[in-house]
């Protein structure tokens, strides 16, 4: 106990926590490359988001399972099935939605036309493709903007640059301002180009992805349409001595 009894029980040292060498570097690159490099890394932020959501959206079983068609083809191979099923297989996946558009309009409607299914599948499509398509223009946005945002950091260097370039400085001029407008310079370039490389190629691959899950809902809907015209109840053409004489 101290004197006088001022402290009372054990005396907890403090943790001072340090900065590790990653995090001095890391900021002291954010330093060196001035204010531009800012709306670079928010770029960033906002094209890993995007590259994370699409790869976990975009996965097979949850677009366009192998064995969907297969199975479909199967349940309603003698009759049409009821609302529960049509409900599991709406929330199966992206491409079971667009087949329980076409069982309900069929369900629904049991006169229908073949032109109405296929209207029916095609307006499901339409709205698949733009859950597939989502955030996709962002990213292509982010990879044409990068190297652009990166030249503005560059234009932004080399007005510190001409700025050292003081009247009657000499050659040299400010040799601290000369070379933190070539550090803009060099690293919004460079930020500006990795941000941009990474994201073109992934916005390629998702568009791949995209075309390859458009055909695949195209072909299966094309198996299917007859399928379930099987189920329609045709309309009896009318006789020609029972039209309405002119």
């Not at 060498?21 to 932020?45: H, N």
């Not at 049991?110 to 209207?119: F, V």
């Not at 370039?189 to 990795?194: D, E, K, P, S």
């Not at 568009?207 to 329609?232: C, N, S």
């Amino acid at each position: 106990m101290a004197a006088g009894g001022l402290i009372r029980g054990p005396i907890i040292p403090r943790v001072v926590r340090h900065p590790s060498a990653s995090e001095d570097l890391l900021l002291s690159i954010i330093q060196a490359a001035g204010w531009p490099i800012w709306p670079l890394i928010l770029c960033s932020i906002a094209a890993l988001t995007i590259v994370i959501e699409r790869l976990v959206s975009l996965r097979a079983p949850r677009i366009a399972p192998a064995a969907l068609l297969d199975e479909v083809l199967a349940v309603t191979r003698s009759s049409l099935p009821g609302n529960d099923v049509v409900d599991k297989l709406a929330a199966n996946s992206l491409l079971g939605g667009v087949f329980a558009t076409g069982l309900r309009s069929v369900i629904a409607e049991p006169r229908i036309s073949e032109a109405a299914l296929r209207q029916s599948f095609e307006s499901a499509g339409r709205i698949a493709m733009h859950r597939l398509e989502r955030y996709l223009n962002t990213l292509g946005t982010i990879a044409a903007a990068a190297p652009l945002l990166g030249l503005f950091g560059t234009v932004i260097g080399m007005i510190e640059i001409f700025g050292s370039q003081a009247p009657g400085a000499g050659v040299s001029g400010n040799p601290q301002q000369l070379a933190h407008g070539i550090s803009i310079a060099l690293y919004n370039t460079a930020f500006g180009l990795l941000i941009a490389i990474p994201s073109l190629m992934f916005y390629r691959y998702f568009r791949g992805r995209v075309d390859e899950y458009q055909l695949t809902m195209e072909l299966a809907t094309e198996r299917l349409v007859p399928h379930l015209m099987r189920f329609a109840v045709r309309t009896p053409p009318v006789p020609a001595s029972a039209e309405p004489q002119a």
